[in-house]
C-alpha cells in the first residue's frame, strides 16, 4: 500500500483515481521550469488546489527537500576535496539544486495532494 503511493507520487498520479495525471505535461521530472498543474484531474475531475493558497504549505515542504538535498551533496562532495570547506562545493550544490529545483516542486506538491486527501471532502 505505502508502495503503491509512494509510486503514484512519482508518476504524478491523481490521487482519487490514481489514473489523470496533477500536472500537464509528457515527462513529469524531465522538464525545466515552473509545472503546469491541472486545476482538475482530467480523468474524474477530482480538485487538487482545494483553495487559493491551498499550495502555500508546499513551499515550506519544497524548502525542506532542498535543505536536505545541499546537505546530502555537501557531504557527497566533500569525499572529492582534501579541505574540509573547499569553496568550490558551493557551485556545485548550486548546480545540483538549480537541476533538481523543477522536481522538488513537484515532489513537494505531490506531497501535499496526497498527505491531506484524507481531509477532504
Ligand atoms: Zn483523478
Given at each position: 500500500?505505502?508502495?503503491?503511493?509512494?509510486?503514484?507520487?512519482?508518476?504524478?498520479?491523481?490521487?482519487?483515481?490514481?489514473?489523470?495525471?496533477?500536472?500537464?505535461?509528457?515527462?513529469?521530472?524531465?522538464?525545466i521550469g515552473f509545472?503546469?498543474?491541472?486545476?482538475?484531474?482530467?480523468?474524474?475531475?477530482?480538485?487538487?488546489?482545494?483553495?487559493?493558497?491551498?499550495?502555500?504549505?508546499?513551499?515550506?515542504?519544497n524548502?525542506?527537500?532542498t535543505?536536505?538535498?545541499?546537505?546530502?551533496?555537501?557531504?557527497?562532495?566533500?569525499?572529492?576535496?582534501?579541505?574540509?570547506?573547499?569553496?568550490?562545493?558551493?557551485?556545485?550544490?548550486?548546480?545540483?539544486i538549480i537541476g533538481l529545483s523543477s522536481f522538488n516542486i513537484?515532489?513537494?506538491?505531490?506531497?501535499?495532494?496526497?498527505?491531506?486527501?484524507?481531509?477532504?471532502?
Amino acid at each position: 500500500m505505502m508502495a503503491n503511493t509512494f509510486l503514484n507520487i512519482l508518476s504524478n498520479n491523481c490521487p482519487h483515481c490514481h489514473e489523470g495525471k496533477v500536472f500537464d505535461e509528457k515527462s513529469p521530472f524531465l522538464s525545466i521550469g515552473f509545472p503546469k498543474m491541472h486545476k482538475n484531474c482530467p480523468k474524474c475531475n477530482y480538485k487538487y488546489e482545494k483553495e487559493p493558497g491551498y499550495f502555500f504549505g508546499a513551499m515550506y515542504m519544497n524548502y525542506g527537500i532542498t535543505v536536505a538535498q545541499s546537505i546530502a551533496t555537501y557531504v557527497i562532495a566533500q569525499q572529492f576535496f582534501t579541505e574540509r570547506f573547499d569553496l568550490r562545493i558551493i557551485p556545485i550544490i548550486a548546480v545540483v539544486i538549480i537541476g533538481l529545483s523543477s522536481f522538488n516542486i513537484r515532489l513537494s506538491r505531490m506531497l501535499w495532494i496526497y498527505m491531506f486527501k484524507n481531509y477532504s471532502v
